[in-house]
């Protein structure tokens, strides 16, 4: 949140609106990321109507900061803000780019100058965030080895204070068990008798050696599809070919379980009730979340908060005991309805009777579902597509075609793009996520996935 300027322009304001005149957040050592963010809201801090000159805030950080460098530093701070969720789903991507940006920036300043100097420290950082992902991703002895490497790196940058060195040489060892940390590597033990430990300051040629190599290392992924929006309202599934009956794998499908917050979308042609099987606090030990929390919004139309969704009903009857109850929710008007579902994070499951309209969000910016365990959801690819695009980010499952062939396989796939031919005769019909361990985003498809056909919903402009 400290780096993501939507949420400081929102959250600071509206805070002061409801009578706040304190606020204590905690900041650290992490101006690598969170520069730009604990600048602009120092400036609302002292003063909230400063979030109505949030470009030029933004433009006065970067002038002063990078000089001739302003355009590539702009964008490298687009591509790293916390609102900017999109950039960082393939770290490959997003390595390559931040390097790049820099690269650019570092050939527009003056040698030795402060903008080279807060360029380079933000090359420091740059090798930090790559250093830590190679650790994440790592296994075995590989994870102690890039552990180590990150946490020398860091060290040796912390005077820099792009990343906060002592937080993370004391508490990444403390919450990962695989890692350790020797006697004498420890954060107390001193120079020279740490063999971790070193502040000697990086010179001109290792920056300049870091930038050539991460660029050399990564490079930008290009898509080979058109990514795609679809604007128009959500309505029921029409001039949709379902799958031939006799597939096995027409069968309906189940994304029941999940934890946290969960969304789905319904509509009804008149007056009805959303009916929920829920079972809440499937996790045992977790059973101190309190009751399931659900509520249904009607979308569209003028409400008395002025927002395009008007509250209709509120359910907080579904205990975390591991007991099945149903829920219902009145529906007295037509239209469509949005469902919201928060447990905690003890882990619930849902269903509802066969048939009624319920379709989940599988969109790249607005991903409104956490599945658990392997899941399977229909989803419609228009008559004019030739190539699927994906996210994905999966341990397992299979994209299937609307004839039952595995059209693509998702084993180990840790943030990816990927693309899919679309064979004569398939689009202009339902195809199927099966069994998927993980997480898909649809590209460049209506992002609305379904237990079956009748349940499915579909942008207008999609039908």
Known sequence: RGSNLDYLAKSIPEFHAQSARFMNAESSDNWGCNGLGYYFASRLLWNTRQADRRAAIVTDFLSKSFGPAYEPMHEFYSLIAGENKQSKLVYDD????????????????????????????????????????RYRRASGPARQAAFEAMIRHVYRIRTTMMVHAKALYRDVPARDKTIVVPA????????????????????????????????????????????RQFEGELDFARNVVAAPERLKSNRLGDAQRGRGKRTWYTKFERPGEIVLHITGGLIAHYR?????????????GASESGELATLVATDHSVPPDGQPRTVRLPVTEPGLYRVDLNDGMDMTSVTWPEGQPMSWKLAMNDFPAMFTGRWDLWFYVPADLEKLGFYVDAAGGRIVDPFGNTAATLDRMPGKYLSVDVPQGSAGRLWKLEQVAGMVRLMNAPPYAARSAAELLLPRDAN
Not at 196 to 216: H, R
Not at 289 to 294: A, F, P, S
């Open 184 to 227: 004498l590597c420890g954060w107390q033990v001193p120079e020279p008798r740490n063999p971790w430990k070193s502040s000697e300051p990086f010179s001109e040629s290792e920056i300049s050696g870091l930038l050539a190599s991460g660029i050399k290392r990564f490079q930008p992924i290009a898509i080979d599809f058109a990514v």
């Open 94 to 133: 997003l390595l390559a780019r931040m390097y790049r940006h820099l690269d650019a920036a570092r050939r527009q300043v003056e040698p030795g100058s402060p903008h080279q100097a807060r360029i380079d420290d933000l090359v420091l950082y740059t090798r930090h965030v790559e250093l830590f992902d």
């Open 288 to 300: 101190d979340r309190g009751n399931v929390k659900i509520t249904a919004h009607k979308l569209g």
